[in-house]
């Protein structure tokens, strides 16, 4: 049985999530969720509360035993860049892009496969 949970929209380069999703991949929860604490990366909080809402969505829904679970897809992929402008001589303007991630965390429990 598996449980997800999905962020969309998060105001963060793809790259840069992606980073801290690597590195909780595979992973028993109980240990994902310290990496995640522990992670100086700013990326590290959305991917938090996303693995903590897939947690609660496996107990609260399947009624999964959570130190059963463990991270079975972890994924960061582009959403929509935000578009800003600023101001350059002349009276132009240069398109700022304001990059947005959409962060997916499957988790499930080991009986199942």
Do not use: F
Request: without cysteine.
């Amino acid at each position: 049985m598996e449980a997800r949970a999905v962020a969309k929209y998060v105001r963060m380069s793809t790259r840069k999530a992606r980073l801290v999703i690597d590195a909780i991949r595979g992973k028993n929860v109980n240990d994902a969720l310290r990496i995640v604490q522990l992670s100086s990366k700013k990326a590290a909080r959305p991917i938090r509360k996303t693995l903590e809402s897939a947690i609660a969505n496996a107990e609260n829904n399947y009624d999964i035993d959570v130190d059963a679970l463990y991270v079975v897809e972890a994924t960061a992929d582009m959403g929509r860049a935000l578009r800003r402008l600023r101001p350059r001589a002349y009276g132009r303007a240069d398109i700022i892009r304001r990059p947005t991630s959409h962060i997916t965390i499957v988790v499930g429990d080991r009986e199942s496969e």
